[in-house]
């Protein structure tokens, strides 16, 4: 919040792409075969008119598989500034990249929105997944995002799953991936591990 009270989100925003792009293959173990890198974009950086082309120069500068790339914006940032996020986002998948709608549901957004961005994913705000196994209208809204998202050609991916009794559920419901420490606690990249060691 202070980062983005002060405009400094655009700059922290280039400084994760930058970082990311020029070390694409030494961020996780499998290195090379890293099939994807998802980056969050914060709500300042759709108004940087250049960083779309800093991501097209970074990605031809270091020779990467644009496909391997998927950007992630918030509902609420998207839905705010429903403009600039369509922009970019064409321009985006345009490059070859895939887009993800982060944290859906968390807003007050109607799933009107949906029919009206070219998405390749949406992620399902992990409050609903955290109380799905005690709270029925979590579950009843998980399955209708999936549907929704599946009925609009996108994969649907659950954020915030903690147990294997989570994702059976959700595999149920027919949530394609999810994401949280059911599979992996967050740890340092390993171009970071190397230089700490």
């Known amino acids: 919040p202070a980062a983005e009270r002060y405009g400094l989100m655009p700059l922290i925003d280039r400084w994760v792409v930058e970082n990311a792009l020029g070390n694409l293959d030494r961020l996780h173990p499998d290195g090379r075969g890293l099939a994807t890198c998802a980056i969050n974009l914060s709500g300042g950086s759709l108004e940087d008119d250049e960083l779309f082309d800093r991501i097209e120069a970074l990605v031809g500068l270091y020779g990467i598989d644009p496909g391997r790339l998927v950007f992630e914006i918030t509902e609420t940032v998207a839905v705010r500034n429903f403009e600039a996020s369509s922009a970019l986002i064409a321009r985006l998948r345009a490059l070859g990249c895939r887009v993800a709608l982060d944290d859906f549901g968390a807003g007050m957004s109607s799933f009107g929105y949906l029919k ?24 009843s809204i998980i399955r209708a995002v999936t549907e929704i998202g599946h009925q609009q050609g996108m994969a649907v991916i659950a954020e915030w799953v903690s147990s294997r009794e989570m994702l059976d559920m959700l595999a149920g419901m027919g949530v394609d991936y999810a994401q949280g420490f059911a599979f992996h606690r967050p740890e340092r990249v390993v171009f970071q591990r190397q230089a700490h060691d």
């Open 116 to 139: 009206n961005l070219a998405l390749d994913m949406l992620k399902i705000d992990g409050s609903f997944v955290q109380n799905m196994a005690s709270d029925r209208m979590s579950q």
